[in-house]
């Protein structure tokens, strides 16, 4: 029954993108909340996405209409809806959100 329930919770987690650039300190607050987060076993599953190379920057343009970084892209796993997150600390706060649900 347990492996049941975590591959439930696996099918319904969200989707989790992060746009980033190597040099941006505001990115580096995002890894170092990430790092953090997965230390204490809170948080997996997360792509990363370096805007460096232009594919990837053009489907941020594409997908959430600006080309600021941090940007977190969180696809709901059965609508298909993705909200786009630009602010690091709005960021952060929502890991910590997801992370306590687990």
Known sequence: MRDRQSLNHRQLAPK???F??????????????M????LQ???SAVT?????????RQQLIDGGGK??????????????KV??????T???DWFKRYATRR
């Open 16 to 18: 989790l993108k992060l």
């Open 90 to 92: 709005e960021i952060i």
């Open 41 to 43: 076993g809170k948080l």
């Open 83 to 88: 909200i786009w997150l630009y602010e690091s």
């Open 48 to 56: 990363l996405a370096n805007v460096v190379r232009p594919t990837v």
């Open 20 to 33: 980033y650039s190597a040099g941006c300190p505001f990115c580096i607050k995002v890894f170092l909340a």
């Open 67 to 80: 080309k600021q970084v941090p940007c977190l892209a969180i696809t709901d796993s059965q609508s298909e």
């Open 35 to 38: 790092l953090w987060l997965r």
